[in-house]
């Protein structure tokens, strides 16, 4: 089974299951943005948990694979005229280089088949000096988590992976510079990251990173 085809399937249900227990790492994930000007690409919207938490000020664009998900953040976007949504695959983003300020992974990046080709996407499409808001479940090098690299095996397949190793990920996108590195949920298995874009990078005394 697809993801499109597992995700058009689990539409209906996805919200009772995720959207309590991810809204406040949303929220405070998104706190950044506050204040800013600029566009923002959020690739793999799904059903649009992030729009009630977006501040005015940026255009937003929200990409998705599923339409039955899109239909659903469609309704949640009902009033603002700062959300744009398209459909299409997030590890072949349909934009030119260069053409966001800002990019919001929220659980996808451990989503996707190739999360490496993802991110080298989203390297492709920010700006020199822009910002990259991540917040997933990782493993972290060396980590053996046998449950967890088992059960992805089949989960893969069906919703999510729950093996993938961010460092070896962004181990692809040479251009990307870690910023912030912090655990969030279940001791460090969900992680919020920042990455910047070089061309504009942070000073590293402004790293944060921290231990699960």
């Known amino acids: 089974m697809s993801l499109k085809q597992s995700y058009t399937l689990l539409a209906p249900l996805y919200d009772l299951v995720v959207a309590r227990a991810s809204e406040p790492m949303r929220r405070q994930s998104l706190l950044s943005l506050h204040g800013f000007r600029g566009r923002v690409l959020l690739p793999g919207i799904g059903s649009g948990l992030d729009i009630p938490h977006l501040p005015a000020g940026p255009h937003y664009v929200g990409l998705d694979l599923t339409p039955a998900m899109l239909a659903r953040a469609r309704r949640r976007a009902v009033g603002r005229n700062d959300i744009t949504l398209h459909q299409g695959d997030a590890m072949a983003l349909p ?23 993802l991110l080298q996407e989203v390297e492709r499409v920010v700006k020199p000096g822009g910002r990259i808001i991540i917040l997933d479940k990782f493993l972290r ?13 089949i989960s ?28 969030v949920l279940a001791g460090g298995w969900f992680r919020h990251i920042e990455l910047v874009r070089q061309g504009g990078v942070a000073d590293p005394a402004e790293i944060e990173t921290s231990a699960a």
Do not use: K, M, N
């Not at 934009?95 to 080709?117: C, N």
């Not at 729950?162 to 962004?170: A, G, K, M, P, S």
């Open 95 to 117: 934009y030119p280089a260069g053409s966001f300020d800002r990019v919001v992974l929220h659980l996808i990046l451990a989503v996707v088949p190739q999360p490496e080709r």
């Open 156 to 183: 893969r397949h069906i919703a999510t992976r729950t093996d993938v190793v961010f460092e070896e990920v962004l181990g692809h996108c040479p251009q990307l510079q870690l910023h912030g590195d912090r655990p």
């Open 141 to 153: 090098p060396g980590q053996r988590a046998p449950l967890r690299r088992g059960l992805s095996c």
